[in-house]
């Protein structure tokens, strides 16, 4: 085969009218389909690339929530439901048992730590063990008074001493087993003898009364219905055992502090009224002795007509009986009024003492309201110092005790007061007027009637108030007999045999859930920095490279064999490659151009071999030039010897006969790299070079060069410049983006045309699916078609 060598245009000039560099973005309709809205098909193709860290993530985070699942006990809840008995009717009495709290307080009061410390201190819930099993050891123990809390350690020794140390070291206290234990610690506990056996040990720890009653009551419930008599207490544990018998004790020591408080505040009241009653009786006896000394003193006195009894008996003269009506009457509304202003001016603007009205029985007699008031107050206050035993001052309902109370004693009554004062001094200006129009007509009368008349009704005034109370009084101890709790239980608490909540298994699947999320956040990051090229957009959006052609991934067996139906795709995928490159020129020019790569093991060498090899096999005259003169291999692939080769032509004049050599397959010609030399890359960029360029493409169909990498320095710039044209190969998940992107922004400012990136080693399917086909020959006739060269790994297509 006869290559003339013909004079050339200098390295950079070019014969091809396309336009330099990388043209416009404009990715194909494969690569705008995947970057249109939410990259689902990328994301998915990082989950697999790391499903090996994903599982090794959610592995570990299923380890933990594991763990922390056994860690997290079942809740169980007991129930118990009491009736709440309404109370007496209206009509029952002034002293009818009426209910003892609101529904409102009913949950305060379970609250109450007069409740719930009895509770703690009969079931020992302050205490814990080591152990379940030592309990026990502490079945007859007792929290003190002066109990002091700590986590403590009893050491039995073989002489059958005991050591009781504070946590394990300080020893508070030592003694003979069979004595009381920790009675210094606030401890009542005096275990068996027997029991402790010499060498035992028991960890336990004590917390105090009042923390363990906040523990319990955060655990409780208390529901009352607005309308209803029903009360439900539930209570949540980790045994339900144990928390249906905490609840059955509560509910029990519930009952019998509530029937106590009912039974206090009657007694209060009644405590109350037996001191009304005494002081009534008092100034009863002492006024019916007053009557009897004025009847024993004016008994042989002449007297206008004295009353037979009690119930004053008129006169014979209508007009004198009027009189000494008139002028009794007079008399005593001027004594109420005094004593009344008297109990005002002692008050100063303050309480008025409502015993104080027990010495004016009159005006209770005849102010009902003034009556009214003053049992109200007594009332209120019994209730009061019975809501002060077991509430403290600033619970609400005892607030609002105190503050009706205060208000009875300062507004009311004394309101009150100054009105019953104001009908008294009208209903004297009246009787005065009507006394002294009669005056003169009866001035001769003696005034002892009136007085006698004024005592009699004093003695009935007093009478009367007297029979009130004692009535009263009567009805309170009648009502103390037969008094009834307002509470009594409906169902008692059972222990439960469900658990209400179980967060074990939903901490599990949460920590599963949480663990694959942070395992994909994870994998999508480490995708996000990936700097390594893996996704077609990132060829075309972020390098500006139009897709030329894909190779699929080749992955030999142990004997260097492929399958059918994957060497029908390489095949299938450089017949495409050949057809895009084809149609990038002119169709009566000859296709001249250089692969390239931004590093080693992107498949250059492979790429220019198989391409050069699908040109040959449609008949094209093809030229393959191995232009990596540092570690060119193409020679290899082909079977043949490295010498004479391309540094000889360049280098040494050696003619370009020489050095074009013939391979097995027709149509194709291979110049191999030549001899490596030291000053081999300073070839590349003479007039030679581009002379050889020339000559081959009057001589060729197609002319491929097979460049060193960007990486390697010049060489590939140089051997693309003389082409005119180059084609860029990235390796999926091997080739560097900001490496490519800075070797290519050099190929910008260069006359040559980047015609695409040849994507190499993609895997079948996924984001790559858009560039493959399915379609291929039937297995007998692909295995025919293609052959795998053990050398290189290069493709044989027929």
């Given at each position: ?6 004079p ?7 014969v ?19 970057s ?16 090996i860290l ?30 709440i ?36 201190r ?37 002489a ?30 005096a ?6 056996t ?5 960890s ?22 607005d309308d209803?008599q ?71 006195l ?17 007009s ?5 009506a ?7 509304v ?46 209120r ?40 004062l ?9 009787l ?8 003169r ?23 009367s ?19 009834r ?42 995708d996000r ?23 699929p ?19 299938e ?39 050069a ?13 191995d ?25 040494n ?8 050599k ?17 000053k081999?890359?300073?070839l ?5 070079m ?29 051997l693309g ?5 180059i ?48 379609y ?15 050398t290189?790994?290069?493709?044989v297509?027929?």
């Amino acid at each position: 085969m006869s290559v003339r060598i013909t004079p050339s245009p200098a390295v950079g000039e070019s014969v091809e009218l396309a336009p330099y560099g990388r043209g416009p973005n404009q990715p194909d309709w494969a690569a705008a389909l995947e970057s249109s809205g939410i990259p689902w098909a990328r994301y998915i193709d990082a989950l697999k690339r790391h499903v090996i860290l994903i599982l090794g993530v959610t592995l570990a985070g299923s380890a933990l929530g594991l763990l922390a699942a056994r860690r997290v006990h079942p809740v169980y809840e007991a129930q118990s439901k009491l009736w709440i008995d309404p109370g007496g009717s209206p009509s029952s009495g002034p002293t009818r048992t009426q209910q003892l709290l609101p529904a409102t307080s009913w949950n305060e009061l379970m609250r109450s730590s007069a409740i719930v410390e009895p509770v703690v201190r009969k079931l020992r819930l302050n205490l814990s063990y080591a152990k379940p099993g030592d309990s026990i050891f502490f079945t007859n123990f007792e929290s003190l008074p002066s109990l002091r809390p700590g986590a403590y350690l009893l050491r039995i020794s073989l002489a059958g001493l005991y050591a009781l140390s504070a946590g394990k070291d300080t020893v508070v206290e030592r003694g003979v087993v069979g004595d009381s234990i920790g009675r210094k610690l606030g401890f009542g506990w005096a275990p068996d003898a027997r029991m402790l056996t010499p060498g035992r040990t028991l960890s336990f720890s004590v917390s105090t009364l009042r923390n363990a009653d906040a523990n319990l009551t955060r655990a409780v419930t208390v529901s009352t219905p607005d309308d209803g008599q029903f009360l439900t207490v539930r209570l949540t544990g980790s045994d339900p055992q144990q928390t249906a018998r905490i609840l059955n004790v509560w509910v029990e020591q519930f009952l019998k502090s509530a029937d106590e408080l009912k039974k206090r505040h009657l007694l209060e009241f009644k405590s109350i009224l037996s001191e009304q009653l005494q002081q009534t009786q008092s100034q009863l006896q002492a006024a019916e002795s007053e009557l009897e000394r004025f009847r024993v003193n004016t008994i042989t006195l002449p007297s206008g007509g004295a009353p037979n009894s009690l119930a004053a008996q008129p006169t014979s003269d209508p007009s004198i009986a009027g009189y000494f009506a008139q002028k009794d009457n007079l008399a005593q509304v001027q004594s109420e009024r005094m004593g009344l202003e008297r109990l005002i001016a002692n008050a100063k603007g303050g309480a008025i003492e409502p015993q104080s009205f027990l010495l004016l029985p009159s005006i209770l007699t005849e102010a009902p309201q003034l009556r009214a008031a003053i049992d109200e107050l007594s009332s209120r206050q019994a209730a009061l110092r019975t809501e002060k035993q077991f509430l403290t001052d600033a619970n609400p309902r005892v607030t609002q005790l105190g503050e009706t109370v205060h208000k009875l004693q300062y507004e009311t009554i004394p309101q009150i007061a100054q009105e019953v004062l104001q009908t008294l001094r009208m209903r004297e200006q009246d009787l005065t007027t009507q006394v002294q129009s009669s005056s003169r007509e009866l001035r001769e009368i003696p005034p002892r009637t009136i007085e006698e008349l004024r005592l009699v009704r004093q003695v009935a005034a007093i009478e009367s108030l007297y029979g009130v109370l004692k009535s009263r009084y009567q009805e309170v101890s009648l009502a103390e007999a037969q008094i009834r709790p307002d509470l009594s239980v409906l169902d008692v608490a059972a222990p439960p045999l469900y658990p209400s909540s179980n967060d074990a298994p939903r901490l599990l699947v949460l920590a599963i859930v949480a663990s694959v999320a942070i395992a994909a956040a994870i994998a999508l990051f480490r995708d996000r920095i990936d700097p390594r090229f893996r996704y077609p957009e990132q060829a075309t959006h972020e390098l500006g490279l139009t897709i030329a052609g894909t190779v699929p991934r080749l992955r030999p067996s142990r004997h260097g064999e492929l399958q059918v139906d994957l060497l029908s795709q390489v095949v299938e995928s450089f017949r495409t490659l050949r057809l895009a490159v084809r149609y990038d020129f002119p169709p009566d020019s000859p296709v001249v151009l250089s692969v390239s790569s931004p590093s080693a093991h992107d498949g250059k060498s492979l790429v220019s071999a198989n391409l050069a090899l699908a040109f040959a096999s449609s008949g094209h005259k093809t030229l393959l030039i191995d232009g990596d003169v540092r570690r060119g291999s193409l020679h290899d692939s082909f079977g043949m010897k490295a010498t004479p080769g391309l540094v000889e032509c360049l280098g040494n004049g050696t003619e370009m006969d020489a050095v074009v050599k013939p391979t097995g397959t027709d149509n194709l010609f291979l110049i191999p790299r030549g001899t490596r030399a030291i000053k081999s890359p300073e070839l590349l960029v003479s007039a030679r070079m581009n002379a050889i360029v020339q000559a081959a493409r009057e001589a060729f169909d197609v002319v491929i060069i097979d460049s060193p990498p960007f990486i390697a320095g010049v060489d590939a710039y140089a051997l693309g410049a003389v082409a005119g044209n180059i084609l860029v190969v990235l390796r999926q998940g091997v080739s560097n983006r900001k490496l490519a992107a800075a070797k290519l922004a050099i190929v910008d400012r260069l006359p040559v045309r980047i015609l695409g990136a040849v994507i190499n080693g993609i895997p079948s399917g996924g984001l790559y699916r858009y560039y493959g086909s399915d379609y291929y020959p039937a297995r007998n006739s692909a295995k025919k078609a293609v052959t795998l060269s053990k050398t290189r790994g290069m493709v044989v297509g027929a």
